[in-house]
């Protein structure tokens, strides 16, 4: 059975700074991963897809990188902004096409 | 585009009492559709699974009886929650497949908070 695990569960950080979000996961044979963000009592809004046999994507400020063989994938946010405060959640797409959900880091950036 | 909708948005009931929430996609026709709940400072956990005009794939543990799928049309789902009782509290999201989807991707709705009292 599919694991996901994000870390850290919670982050604060001043504006301007870049930051790396953790994803890893325990079974590598994986469809995709997707990187989601959640804003406190919303639904979820896409934000980067990476399929298997891709190493990393790119959408403005954001840039995430998969690591099949070891389970693992970053979300690097460059030059973090308050709007960027919110639950961002990894997810994984296995061979039966179904999304297996991280926990999420809650991240916080500061003016 | 791909854009989902849940409704309500919001609703309270007793315990007991029976609720439906609708998940629809706007502008897309979806052959699947997904029900996930979400508990406070937890991740979503799915729910189940259904495909237009079938019955709905439960997920383990999750009870058939009490959480009932109807995906009557390519464009709407409903999850009636049957007999609701204050553990059933949570954030209830859908999500939808299109018909075409591109890398098997699912678009998700904004969600239904329900507490029981």
């Known amino acids: 059975k599919q694991e996901v695990t994000q870390i850290p569960a919670a982050l604060s950080v001043p504006e301007g700074e870049n930051l790396v979000l953790n994803c890893s996961f325990t079974?590598?044979?994986?469809?995709?991963l997707q990187w989601f963000r959640q804003d406190p009592g919303k639904g979820l809004t896409s934000l980067l897809l990476i399929q298997s046999s891709q190493r990393e994507q790119t959408s403005g400020r954001l840039n995430a990188s998969l690591d099949k063989s070891s389970g693992r994938s970053t979300l690097y946010i460059a030059a973090s902004q308050p709007g960027d405060s919110a639950t961002y959640l990894c997810a994984v797409r296995g061979s039966a096409r179904q999304l297996t959900f991280g926990s999420g880091t809650q991240l916080t950036v500061l003016p | 585009g791909a854009v989902v909708s849940q409704h309500p948005s919001r609703v309270i009931c007793k315990s007991g009492t029976s609720v439906k929430i609708e998940c629809r996609s706007l502008?897309?026709?979806?052959?699947?559709m997904f029900w996930y709940r979400q508990f406070p400072k937890q991740s979503l956990m799915l729910m189940a699974t259904?495909?237009?005009?079938?019955?709905?794939?439960?997920e383990q543990g999750v009870e058939k009886d009490k959480f009932l799928i109807n995906h009557a049309s390519l464009t709407l789902s409903t999850l009636t929650v049957t007999s609701a009782h204050p553990e059933d509290s949570s954030f209830y999201i859908c999500s939808a497949r299109p018909l075409a989807a591109k890398y098997n991707e699912q678009f998700f709705g904004p969600g239904t908070r329900l507490t029981v009292l």
């Open positions: 079974d590598s044979a994986i469809y995709n």
């Open positions: 502008d897309f026709q979806a052959t699947t």
């Open positions: 259904s495909n237009e005009g079938s019955k709905a794939t439960y």
